[in-house]
């Protein structure tokens, strides 16, 4: 959501609606305290999963699509739209958005002794509507390039064909062939591309400053935990007795780092976990810390603009400059973090299925 943020943020601070209601809350706010910005709660706000997609607010004005909110509690399904909660400040049917606490954010029902019971949600959320629009576009753009391959295939390709198929080659070529042989590559090309794919689209959908881009779906710590187990349980599942040996008994290490305690054998093991973790962070945090800060230089203009009317207009520049400046190095970020989950996905692949080679007869 950083993305469509920063651009109405950018709007409304540099032109007229911040300045302006900054103004009228000083003269309607005489004798009283005024209101602060939170930049630190607005950019939590706006890069946390929701259940609407909130697009911007001018004075008491909230613009913002609903969705679906499908729960399914004390044996009975309850659906309706999220429009119901009024932006989280009302409730329906006895549910509503908790607003402190763990399970801030959810939707819950509190029992007559005030405990706060979170149901079995299932429902439509910010990021899963990204999710299936993202899957959607590349499904439909995957499927337009394999039609215009059976009619044209003595033609050189064209239009997105032309644009994505060098992406294609890429990845076969540089990363699976490199990385997997040439001999076992093609069992795992599918998954790569896939995920190739989704990441790359989710990120540059991220940074799309207009409805329906500007989830952070990427820099959410369950979409990257879901990658992370499938590369996970594909290594796990197509390992051959070559990858367990070198995990239980490698090769080469003193026996008394096996025996009697297996001191090998455990880091061994854990570096089978650690290594989707580390998938998992790494994809997480720098998307997420993109988005963080294009929202940190923009929330500098309410920030200034709340000591003086100038100061906001005077940092505006330079926060809209640095704001550009890191949005379109998330532009070069985007192709970079897809990539490096995908390499060493096939990377991980390749030490899964490679075979053991005896040294007689070779060097």
Known sequence: MSGLVAFWMFVAGLFFIAPQQL????????????????????????IVDAYEWHILDIGDFHLSVPFPVILYDEGNWHVFMSSKFKHGYASYKGYEIAKEGNLKGKVIRKAEDGTEIRPLDLSITKNVFSIFFASGLIIFLFMSISKAYKRTRKHAPKGIQSVLE??????????????????????????????????????????????????????????????????????????????????????????????????????????VFTKPFVLMVRLFANITAGHIIILGFISLIFVFGQTSIFAGYGISVISITLAIFIFFLELLVAFIQAYVFTLLSAIYFGMAVEEHHHEEGHH
């Open 23 to 46: 103004k009228a809350e000083d003269k309607h706010d005489e004798g009283h305290h005024k209101k602060e910005f939170n930049a630190g709660q607005k950019i939590i706000d706006h």
């Open 166 to 271: 060098p992406l294609i080659m890429f990845i076969r070529d540089e990363i699976a062939i490199t990385s997997i042989g040439r001999n076992k590559y093609e069992k795992f090309l599918p998954y790569l591309l896939t995920v190739f794919f989704f990441i790359f689209f989710n990120n540059l959908l991220g940074i799309v400053p207009i409805f329906p881009g500007g989830a952070n779906v990427t820099g959410n710590i369950a979409v990257t935990g879901v990658l992370a187990l499938f590369t996970f349980f594909i290594t796990a599942i197509r390992a051959n007795k070559n990858y367990w040996m070198h995990i239980f008994n490698t090769p080469g290490v003193p026996w008394w780092l096996k025996f009697p305690v297996p001191l090998m054998p455990i880091i061994e093991l854990v570096g």
